[in-house]
């Protein structure tokens, strides 16, 4: 069946395969994102698939232009049924040295930004007698992490946040789910690496029993099945995309 899907961060990386994966299960898809130039790209891609899509630009962390973002979708593709928020931003700062106002963004973006996305699109869900919810966490947000002190913080509380809301609303035909990822191969990662923040692949992939790094499909594969019919009574789980390195 048919859904409207909104994905945040959707230009890019996990974002951008989620949208494919929606778009691929026969879902109209949101693509929203800061960049505009990029979601419009995404989004013309998934029409020349055949898919319905469109690209709204917002900023996540802002509420007028969330409540904008949510309105414009409306208009265009109808109601939001599915969201999965991939928005978030990333980076090591020692924890001594980081600053209220870089603790601050990060809450806003990566906590704030989920929080107002799911809060607007559950008067949708409502409505409908039906929704899912799945939020990009990490594997940070899970064991902590060196030196993202306020990146694991704010991805621990999106944790936290998907399984309160999954408790809030089972009842009304909703699913919430956090989907936290280990090391996935991504423009995120591959900045860091040559920031020198992370070791490259061969390194990293000593801590993975699968032997590899992840890819976006692997997480998108996960996010497809969360947001489907079959997954109606899966809520307030986290499931990890990770080969094996967080149990």
């Not at 990386?13 to 299960?25: H, K, N, P, R, S």
């Amino acid at each position: 069946m048919r859904r409207v899907a909104m994905v945040t961060g959707g230009a890019s990386g996990l974002g951008e395969a989620i949208c494919a994966g929606l778009a691929g299960d026969g879902h109209a898809v949101a693509v929203l994102d800061v960049d505009a130039d990029a979601a419009q790209r995404v989004a013309a891609r998934l029409r020349a698939h055949g898919a319905q899509s469109a690209a709204v630009t917002v900023d996540v962390s802002d509420e007028t232009a969330v409540h904008r973002a949510f309105t414009t979708v409306r208009r265009d593709l109808g109601p939001v049924q599915i969201l999965v928020t991939s928005a978030a931003i990333a980076g090591f700062t020692r924890f001594d040295r980081i600053t209220v106002d870089e603790w601050n963004r990060y809450l806003a973006v990566n906590l704030t930004g989920t929080f107002l996305c799911i809060r607007e699109a559950l008067s949708d869900m409502v409505a409908a007698g039906w929704g899912r919810i799945v939020t990009i966490s990490s594997a940070a947000g899970q064991q902590g992490a060196p030196g993202q002190g306020h990146y694991s913080a704010t991805k621990g509380g999106v944790i936290a946040l998907t399984k309160t809301v999954a408790r809030d609303y089972a009842r009304n035909g909703i699913t919430a789910n956090s989907v936290p990822p280990f090391v996935i191969d991504s423009p995120m990662l591959r900045e860091q690496q040559a920031q020198g923040a992370l070791p490259p692949a061969e390194v990293l992939t000593r801590a993975i029993p699968a032997g590899r790094v992840g890819t976006p499909g692997d997480v998108a594969a996960v996010c497809s099945f969360l947001c489907s019919e079959a997954a109606g009574y899966v809520t307030g789980q986290v499931v990890g995309v990770n080969g094996g390195a967080v149990v």
